[in-house]
């Protein structure tokens, strides 16, 4: 590659194109399938400079899932930080998915390549969703140990929705955040304060 075809940028300003370049690669190839040679080729640098900055493929990826995860966090955290119970729920659907679709690259990155990685993700939020189920069940007279299963579960529901409305791209995510904060609100603000137990029915011969 000649030398005319490159751009100085500094340290910092390589290393952040490096990592959006690096995103879209990893998005549209998968881990195994991108190369360090095709993300140089697309920031226009030699192969030695991806290297120096990151160490290789491996180490580049490691940053991009571990951005994406401290953005989705930052972002949930900050959404969830004040409001009513309603509007902290509506916040956090509404948070996520605006990040599915701000963010495309970045959750196909760590929905496709990463389960691990996303699953601690989804683990860490819903251990702070849950911080606020707790206090919200003491005060409304539920048992505080349940407030995990409800967080979990809102969590993994707003998850799969954003896998899904990847696919399709429709309604807006407004409309889509909408309703899965009216699912959860209305299942929590009807919750009895002990669900009766189901049973197995018994199986035939």
Known sequence: MGSEGRVRLTGAARRAQLVDVGRAVFAERGYE?????????????????????????EGLYAVIVDR???????????????????ERIEQAALVFLTYVEEEPN????LSRDAPGRMSSLLNELADRVGEIFTAEFKRAGYDPKAAP????????????????????????VEAVASHVAALGWMGLRHLPKKPVKLRGKPRGD
């Open 149 to 172: 299963i409800y967080a979990n579960a809102l969590i993994g529901m707003v998850a799969f929705v954003g896998q899904w409305w990847t696919e399709v791209r429709k309604p807006s």
């Open 33 to 57: 399938a991108a190369s360090v040679e095709e993300i140089a080729e697309r920031a226009k640098v030699s192969k030695p400079i991806v290297y120096e900055h990151f160490g290789g493929k």
């Open 68 to 86: 994406e995860i401290q953005t989705i966090l930052d972002r949930i955290t900050n959404a969830i930080s004040s409001g009513s119970p309603r």
């Open 106 to 109: 970045g959750f196909t990155v």
